[in-house]
C-alpha cells in the first residue's frame, strides 16, 4: 500500500472537485490517501498532523499559500510536494493545467520531477535564552505590531550594518524572492540562485537598498523599540520585545518541490506578470 497525502484549499470548489477526481485515480492505483484539510472526499481519510502514517508524496490543491502549508509536512518528512495549478499561476505551483490523470499518473510512476529549494531558520534570543524558533520557505519577517515605526539594527556575520527606523525587514530565499520581498522592492532570484536577500520596509534612511548576500553568512536582527514581531510565511509568529536578537540562517533541511517535467522559471516569471515578451512593435 502507498501513501499519499492531500492538502486542499477548502475555500476553493476546484480544488474540491480536483482532489476528488484524483484521489479516485490514486485509489484505483492501490494509493491509500490522507488529508488534514477540513474537507470530506470519499475515501480520503481525515486525520490530525501528528497521526499521519509514513507518506510518499504530498499533494496540494490550491495556491501557493496552500502549498506552504503543505510544505512543514513536506519539510518534516523529505518527501515531495506538488503543486497542482487551479488557474492561478503561482511561483510554487505547477505552470501549466494538466489533467487529473496525467497528475496520477505522475505520481504513480514516479516521474515527477524535484526541484530542492533552500529553507531559512530563526531563533529568538532573549536575555541570553532561546525563546522562539521556527523555519520559512518564502520569507522571515521582523515587522512593527503597533502603529509607529520599529527600530532594528542589523548585523551580517558578527558585523554591524545598519540601523533603520522602519516598518520592518524581510529576508527572504529565492523562493521567498517574488513573494513579500518583491512587493517591497527586492531583487527577483532565480531558484538556482545560491543567495539571500535582505531588505527593510519603508525604512526612514538615506540607505535602504536590499541586499544579496551568501546563504552562508549569519543575519542578526536587534530589536530597539516595542511592539515588533516575528512572521515566518505568514503562518508563524510571535511578539518580540526590546531587546530581543533574531538569528536568521540558512536552514539544514529543504523542501524537495516537485513539478510534472523540468521547468524554465523565466517561463513562470512570464506567465505570473504576463510579461510582453512580444514587444510593443508586436516582434
Known sequence: MRRALLVINPGR????????????????????LF???????ASVKKVAVKDLPELEIVLVLGGDGTILRGAEISRQRNIPLLGINLGHVGFLAEVEKSTTQEIARSV?????????????????KRNGADVAHGWALNEISVERSGTTMVELFLEI?????SRWGCDGLIC????????????AGGPILWPQVDALVVLPIAAHALFSRPLVISP????????ESMDAAISADALRRFD????????????????????LKDTVFSDRLVAKFKLPVQGWRGE
Open 13 to 32: 470548489e476546484a480544488a474540491i472537485l480536483a482532489a476528488q477526481e484524483l484521489s479516485s485515480a490514486l485509489i484505483a492505483a492501490n494509493f491509500e
Open 216 to 223: 552562508e553568512s549569519q543575519i542578526i536582527v536587534g530589536i
Open 172 to 183: 527572504a530565499t529565492p523562493t521567498g524572492s517574488t513573494a513579500y520581498a518583491f512587493s
Open 240 to 259: 518580540l520585545k526590546a531587546g530581543d536578537q533574531v538569528h536568521i540562517v540558512k536552514d539544514a533541511s529543504i523542501i524537495k518541490l516537485a513539478h
Open 157 to 161: 556575520d558578527g558585523r554591524p550594518v
Open 108 to 124: 504513480i510512476d514516479k516521474t515527477f520531477v524535484i526541484e530542492p529549494r533552500i529553507v531559512l531558520g530563526y531563533t529568538v
Open 35 to 41: 488529508t488534514i484539510s477540513d474537507v470530506e472526499i
